[in-house]
């Protein structure tokens, strides 16, 4: 871990853009590499999660905003191919709302240097889509499941779809999009009691369950710190009962510190972006449903692929774009800091 893991955002000049080494890779100043690129398919969603968006929705991205089949495989071949990112991650909004999903893993699926692939869904559609998927060759998934209670669940999505989630899991499962991993919020006076509820419904079935920090990502600007359930707080509520050791193994750029339950070897993660930030390990990549690339989840500027790609730009002249933009990444989100402003799109417009 470098020491510029709590970093704030960089206040370098535009300058130094030109002294951007002449590599092929998302490199940035700080050492880092990004290898990693999520790629949001649509801000579209068919839930209303209280932690994402409110109970109305938002004005959504008009069509032909959005980047149709050929421009995402064609931006993600360039990814892969030419500043060598190894894995992609599809989200949104919700990515399965996207009908040409398949087609685009298919595409990926066939490069020679190909991708490790993998999905984070709220997996209503996915009792009827994993087989579909796994044959195009994506190689797992991420679940959002907040609650395995009916109610709460409600309660959480603003939708009555328990059902849909639980019959996703199972299917995917089935598939072999292994290993299947869930991702849990615990919002305060909501589901803060039921983290051992959830790792024991992961520990019966086989599931990896990852808990999330709430982060100032919502659409209604709502976040407040205080009320923000935290990675120790989850870790003492699941300590009481199970026992939990620290994986013997490095971390590396991976977003979740992970415990032994019970010796293992299954193990419960925590992403806490917030309370212990591992931005000094980043290797993230994030392209838009709209083409902006984005070199952090909290940036505050994007750059548009979209508009030079539907211009004539080259596959280089993307490639420098994309590379400039990594390049002035920041060495930290700076959500301690006093001058912290969340991003203007929301989480769901920038892909999770």
Not at 154 to 173: F, P
Not at 199 to 211: A, K, S
Request: charged share 25%.
């Amino acid at each position: 871990m470098t020491a510029v893991h709590l970093g704030l955002p960089s206040t370098r000049s535009a300058s130094t853009i030109a002294e951007r080494p002449d590599t092929p890779y998302l490199v940035d100043t700080y050492g880092r590499r990004a290898t990693d690129l999520r790629v949001s398919l649509t801000d579209r969603c068919n839930l209303r999660c209280r932690y994402c968006m409110p109970e109305e929705g938002l004005p959504w991205l008009p069509k032909d905003e959005v980047l149709n089949t050929g421009e995402l495989i064609r931006l993600i071949t360039l990814a892969v191919q030419e500043l060598g990112v190894t894995e992609v991650r599809f989200t949104g909004g919700e990515p399965l709302l996207r009908p040409d999903l398949a087609t685009v893993v298919a595409a990926l699926a066939a490069l020679k240097q190909r991708p490790r692939m993998s999905i984070t869904t709220n997996g209503l559609s996915l009792r009827r889509k994993a087989a579909e998927l796994a044959e195009a060759g994506l190689d797992r998934v991420n679940v959002s499941l907040d609650s395995i209670r009916r109610d709460t669940y409600h309660r959480m999505t603003r939708r009555d779809r328990l059902g849909d989630v639980l019959a996703g899991l199972g299917a995917a499962s089935r598939a072999g999009l292994a290993p299947v991993k869930i991702n849990a919020v615990l919002l305060r006076g909501i589901n803060d009691d039921q983290a051992r509820e959830l790792l024991d419904f992961c520990l019966e079935n086989g599931y990896r369950l990852r808990f999330i920090e709430q982060m100032p990502l919502d659409a209604g600007r709502t976040w407040e710190r205080r009320d923000m359930v935290t990675a120790d707080e989850i870790l003492h509520q699941l300590s009481r009962g199970y026992t939990l050791t620290p994986v013997p193994v490095p971390r590396g750029s991976a977003p979740a510190e992970e415990w032994l339950v019970d010796g293992g070897p299954q193990t419960i993660g925590v992403i806490a972006s917030v309370t212990r930030p591992f931005c000094g390990n980043c290797d993230r990549t994030r392209l838009t449903a709209d083409g902006q690339v984005r070199n952090c989840l909290f940036a505050q500027d994007e750059a548009d692929l979209r508009g030079p790609m539907r211009a004539g730009a080259t596959d280089t002249e993307l490639a420098h774009r994309w590379q400039d933009v990594m390049w002035a990444k920041a060495p930290g989100h700076g959500i301690d800091s006093a001058s912290f402003a969340p991003p203007a799109r929301p989480m769901s417009a920038i892909g999770g």
